[in-house]
Structures are given as structure tokens and as C-alpha cells.
């Protein structure tokens, strides 16, 4: 079964730093671009980040920019997400998803994990 | 505020057909394809449509989605109760070099 699953997440104070990751299983997760999608309670989804399967690429939200970085580690199936300088509006459920090709630029995020909750509060 | 918009909330009753929106502009839904998600409470986004108007494997016929210019709409047939969720619309953004998922819409079966 092709699964996420994320981990990390918990109470830090503003300003602070944590590192999400995600494991992966049961497909080769070094053929997938990676994407970070967040939900900040009772509001929609966000997306957060973006990695290609080399890690040649990485995009962020403007809202995250020079805070976060998105990371990866094919050897061992894991995606990773270093937040820092946290806010409180950075508290969310941080969930990463799979980006998959259809057909030529078709894609979508087919694969979600459960997500894990981060929640910025002093 | 997001940069696509959709209404809030959409309403129906078991059989009906209900579709609802998703405004951007030129530099995302002009530009780009568009995705639809179904987020159901406490579980993981599931992906509906993608490229505009196409049905991963497993998604119900009763979903439809379609485009034209800068606007998207998802249409749902022979509603069901299951059906209540959230929906939301995504493209990709060439000016912010971005993802932009809509506010997301609250469909209620009545």
C-alpha cells in the first residue's frame, strides 16, 4: 500500500524551530516530486512547499519564504520540512503529499499522509 | 484571501446535482490546469479531478469538472450523503511560481 507518514510536529513558543518528516512507503519515492500542504484550524488548505525528485527544485508560499526549508532523503524514503521562526498563524496541520504525472504536465497530489499538528503558542 | 475564490458553502439533497465555482485569473486557472480535492473531516485530502476535467482511477462518474478562461467548476450528480465535504480547487500560479489551492467550499447534504 503506497503510504505517508508524517511525524514531528508539536508545541513550540514563537520564534521558535521544528523539523517535520514524512516516511514513505510502498512506492519508489525517489521517482515522485514532494509537495508540504497545510490547514490552519478551521481554515483551508495551504500549500506550503515543493521538492522534485533530485532536489534540483524547491518552491515556497511567499507566507513561508526564508523560514522554512524543504529537504529530502531518497536513500531513506523521507521528506523533511525545517520550520523556523515560527509564528502563530504558522499553526496548522502540515500534511505532504505526492505529486503524480498522468499525462505530460497533468499532475496532482494522488498520496496525502494524516498529517501532523504544529501548534505556535507561548 | 485567496487568490482563487469560491463560494463558501453549497447545499443539496440526496439525488440532486450540485456545482460550484472557482474564480482565478490569467496567471493560474488561464494558464494552467486545474485540480479539485475532497476533504473529508478528520481525513486526508483526496484528489477528484485533475487536468480540468479527468477522473483519477476509483472517483465516481458523478464527478465532473470543467474549465473555461479563468474559471473552473466541479458539478456532483445523484448526490449522496457521503458527499459532504470540503472542496477545493487548485492550480498553479507562473507569477508566484506557486500551488494556490481556493478557500474551499463546505458542501452540505441536506
Known amino acids: 500500500e503506497e503510504q505517508l507518514v508524517e511525524s514531528g510536529g508539536g508545541l513550540v513558543r514563537p520564534g521558535g524551530s521544528l523539523t517535520l518528516s514524512c516516511a514513505a512507503s510502498g512506492f519508489i519515492f525517489t521517482n515522485y516530486e514532494m509537495n508540504w500542504v497545510r490547514q490552519a484550524p478551521g481554515k483551508g488548505l495551504e500549500w506550503v512547499s515543493y521538492i522534485s525528485p533530485s532536489s534540483g527544485s524547491m518552491y515556497y508560499a511567499e507566507s513561508v519564504k526564508g523560514r522554512f526549508t524543504i529537504s529530502r532523503d531518497n536513500a531513506k524514503n523521507s521528506l523533511f520540512l525545517q520550520i523556523s521562526s515560527l509564528r502563530v498563524e504558522d499553526t496548522a496541520v502540515y500534511y505532504c503529499?505526492?505529486?503524480?504525472?498522468?499525462?505530460?504536465?497533468?499532475?496532482?497530489?494522488?498520496?496525502w499522509g494524516q498529517g501532523t499538528m504544529v501548534t505556535v503558542s507561548s | 484571501q485567496s487568490v482563487l475564490t469560491q463560494p463558501p458553502s453549497a447545499t443539496g439533497t440526496p439525488g440532486q446535482r450540485v456545482s460550484m465555482s472557482c474564480s482565478g485569473g490569467f496567471s493560474n486557472i488561464g494558464s494552467n490546469l486545474v485540480n479539485w480535492y475532497q476533504h473529508l473531516p478528520g481525513a486526508a485530502p483526496k484528489l477528484l479531478i485533475y487536468s480540468n476535467n479527468q477522473r483519477p482511477s476509483g472517483v465516481p462518474d458523478r464527478f465532473s469538472g470543467s474549465k473555461s478562461g479563468t474559471s473552473a467548476s466541479l458539478a456532483i450528480s445523484g448526490l449522496q450523503p457521503e458527499d459532504e465535504a470540503d472542496y477545493y480547487c487548485?492550480?498553479?500560479?507562473?507569477?508566484?511560481?506557486?500551488?494556490?489551492f481556493g478557500g474551499g467550499t463546505k458542501l452540505t447534504v441536506l
Open positions: 487548485a492550480a498553479w500560479d507562473d507569477s508566484l511560481k506557486g500551488q494556490l
Open positions: 503529499a505526492r505529486e503524480v504525472y498522468y499525462h505530460g504536465s497533468e499532475t496532482g497530489m494522488d498520496v
